[in-house]
């Protein structure tokens, strides 16, 4: 599939008015499928066969299903360790997926259950375990809920201890890639994913964990590849919505919107349409139309009501609206569902934005534990807690945070801009300027960045620049942030308009003024002169005045 923007007409969204207070979400109950006892307290499994290696790994080729990163189910009757087949939520969860698409929470939480009774029984059944710890990884991602990141890391080296990833176990290295990506170690999510695709490059599961960690990593030109690779190997909306993301990223909006359009057209599951709808809201906000993405958020929650992004998503647009009652319950809902980080910062910036500083300042207090808590659990928070030091905290220290980030490799737009905010709020303007330069390069049309560089642009003085991007942040999106957008309208109001007529050094040099002819001497009788008579000589020229005069020596 080309993924080269062709540009086509804008596709308009589905028609949804937004909801009112009277049909506002409430977040159904939904519990996370327990833990199980340490994995490591199970009894060390046999070493496989290499008849029933081989005999699993050929099965899988041909009748495996693929959860979430690309763990194959293989079931073999004659195989006594090897998962019997199943049916309901479980079936659905590994349908689902093995098309790329997300499970629902429920058919994932089934999922889990089911296949934690089974290796409890059958500890040798290596990818079984490769779905356990592949489907850990998304629970954790989608609950917040790094504690089940270690379950899931214990998994999957159990799965390759019973069968190594050379000897067919593929899967439970695209898990740990996946598992790599979820902590934000896009530097080990890189090796385990082309460690894949040098052996099977033809193995399509292996590309979305590729694209996530080359996008990490400020790789653009691998991630491009990897997404029009991916959409070879396995055209359909999970392909299609990776595409709307490359598009997007790269500031192609009009080819963002019709793609993502497009996948959302086609696809079929709840949780499948909710993800695609709320990719919709997210472009109508980045775009600076908020009544539209309240409409798609609205549209997605009808699909999915567990869809907590577009609970987060919509609080965003609502407040942009002035509606801020509302927004606040969505960012609460989102936050009871899913825990994030970055959902506690953007209710703590709104507070603040209110005026309600204690209430802010017990949303900053939780984001901090939250941030703590997730680091114990090794997951990398360095660029949200960068970003939350600069805006509220010590600069600083938000500098050491994101340059040593940088230093690991990871170097995207979204770390350069929070990079380059941090050196300017620290002080250092002048080294802040390059990054945020590269973040308004590679990171597409983000209000957010344009509005960083033009400040500190205009700490340096460069008041031009400085304008431009500040309007172009508000141009983007009039209302990208609570507390920043007004700051951008400040800080034009104060730098005034540009002098009449530009910059003194931007006119032409006025051009010099044309020689004039010496007037000829006048007498009292002319006349002309005979013929025969040689005309009379050139009158001298005038003389210059002392300042312009040579001095002689």
């Not at 309240?294 to 577009?310: E, F, K």
């Not at 939780?366 to 997730?374: E, I, M, N, Q, V």
Request: overall charge negative; proline content about 10%.
């Amino acid at each position: 599939m080309d993924v080269t923007p062709q540009q086509p007409p804008a596709a308009p969204g589905p028609d949804h008015s937004p909801e009112t207070p009277d049909t506002a979400y409430a977040p159904p109950c939904e519990s996370p499928p327990a833990l199980p006892p340490d994995l490591t307290s199970l009894a060390e499994p046999p070493p496989a066969s290499l008849r029933t290696t081989l005999r699993r790994a050929a099965f899988g080729a041909v009748a495996g299903a693929v959860l979430v990163t690309g763990a194959v189910v293989a079931v073999p009757d004659e195989d006594k360790d090897a998962a019997p087949p199943v049916s309901g939520p479980v079936s659905r969860a590994m349908t689902a997926t093995a098309a790329g698409s997300p499970a629902s929470l429920s058919d994932l939480t089934a999922l889990i259950g089911d296949r934690q009774a089974w290796v409890g029984t059958h500890p040798s059944d290596a990818q079984s375990w490769a779905v356990l710890g592949s489907a850990y990884v998304e629970w954790g991602r989608r609950a917040a809920d790094a504690a089940y990141y270690t379950r899931a890391e214990q998994a999957l080296k159990r799965s390759l201890n019973v069968q190594p990833g050379d000897r067919g176990n593929e899967a439970a290295w695209v898990g740990l890639a996946s598992l790599a990506n979820a902590r934000h170690d896009y530097v080990t999510a890189k090796k385990w994913g082309e460690t894949v695709r040098r052996r099977q490059p033809k193995q399509w599961t292996v590309y979305p964990e590729l694209i996530d960690a080359y996008n990490g990593l400020g790789d653009l030109k691998s991630s491009t590849a990897a997404v029009e690779k991916y959409a070879a190997l396995r055209a359909g909306v999970p392909s299609l919505g990776r595409t709307a993301e490359m598009y997007r990223d790269r500031g192609w909006r009009e080819d963002a919107l019709a793609t993502a359009q497009d996948a959302a057209n086609r696809a079929k599951t709840p949780a499948e349409k909710a993800a695609c709808l709320s990719r919709l809201g997210d472009l109508a906000w980045e775009r600076g139309e908020p009544e539209e993405a309240v409409a798609q958020y609205g549209a997605a929650l009808r699909t999915d009501r567990a869809h907590h992004a577009s609970l987060a998503g919509r609080a965003r647009a609502l407040a942009a609206l002035g509606r801020t009652d509302e927004a606040q319950r969505d960012y609460q809902a989102a936050l009871a569902k899913s825990p994030r980080p970055a959902y506690m910062l953007e209710l703590g910036e709104l507070y603040e934005s209110l005026g309600l500083d204690g209430d802010s300042v017990n949303q900053y207090t939780r984001l901090r534990k939250a941030l703590s808590r997730a680091g114990t659990q090794g997951v990398d928070e360095a660029l949200l807690l960068g970003r939350f030091e600069a805006a509220h905290g010590d600069a600083d220290a938000a500098v050491e945070e994101l340059r040593a980030e940088w230093d690991l490799g990871h170097r995207s737009a979204a770390v350069a801009d929070a990079l380059g905010w941090a050196l300017h709020r620290s002080g250092d303007s002048d080294s802040a300027l390059e990054y945020a330069q590269r973040a308004v390069d590679t990171g597409g049309q983000n209000a957010s960045y344009a509005y960083h560089l033009g400040m500190v642009q205009r700490a340096l003085s460069d008041f031009g620049p400085a304008r431009r991007n500040l309007k172009d942040a508000l141009r983007t999106n009039p209302q990208f942030s609570p507390l920043d957008a007004p700051s951008a309208q400040e800080a034009l109001d104060t730098m005034g308009l540009p002098p009449a007529g530009g910059p003194q050094d931007m006119q032409p040099a006025p051009p010099p003024a044309p020689p004039q002819a010496p007037a000829p001497q006048r007498t009292d009788s002319p006349q002309a002169p005979a013929p025969s008579q040689a005309p009379a000589p050139s009158p001298a020229p005038p003389k210059q005045g002392a300042a312009g005069a040579s001095s002689g020596h």
